[in-house]
């Protein structure tokens, strides 16, 4: 987190996903002090400031992440449709990774903003840094290989 002359801080937060037609996106924000249980968001508004709702999500398994919402959204609990809608958005390609799915933007994105030395794509692609004991040591580290869980069977861990 960067703090501001101000005395505002700028959160490590990527918007990977913008879906205008279903109006939702997809985000990750990684916060640098807390470690582990990697995770995204779902919120059900195309601006993640707009939302009256939003979910987090594990990356490494298909379990809801509870925490304090410091911006008043709902915690939101998907429906079936929802589920599938993300699930759908997750395996589709992504706008700015031409051979990439949303899926692994989300990992990628979370890994560039999570971790406090930059990681080159190509690299994190070809697997390199998921056999690099200075990554895989690391618990907010989300491995390339890490297959997308069933997320139609979320629940609240």
């Known amino acids: 987190m960067i703090k501001l002359f101000l005395k505002e801080y700028l959160d490590e937060m990527s918007t990977v996903c913008r879906d205008n037609q ?8 990684p916060d640098s002090e807390r470690q582990g249980h990697p995770y995204f968001k779902f919120y059900n508004n195309v601006y ?9 999500i594990l990356f490494n398994s298909a379990d809801y992440v509870e925490n304090k919402n410091a911006e008043d959204q709902k915690l939101w609990k998907l429906s079936h449709k929802e589920k599938k809608l993300l699930k759908e958005l997750l395996s589709s390609p992504s706008a700015e990774y031409s051979d990439m799915t949303i899926w692994e933007a989300c990992k990628f994105e ?3 903003e999570y971790l406090e030395q930059s990681i080159n794509l190509d690299k ?3 697997g390199e ?10 618990p907010g580290y ?8 069933d ?6 861990c």
């Open 151 to 156: 997320y139609l069977e979320l629940n609240f």
């Open 48 to 56: 993640y400031g707009d939302a009256a709702k939003v979910v987090r």
């Open 124 to 126: 994190y692609v070809n």
């Open 110 to 112: 979370w890994n560039f």
């Open 142 to 149: 989300v491995p390339y290989s890490l297959e997308m869980p």
């Open 129 to 138: 840094y998921d056999k690099d004991k200075t990554f895989t040591e690391n």
């Open 22 to 29: 279903n109006n939702v996106s997809i985000a990750v924000n």
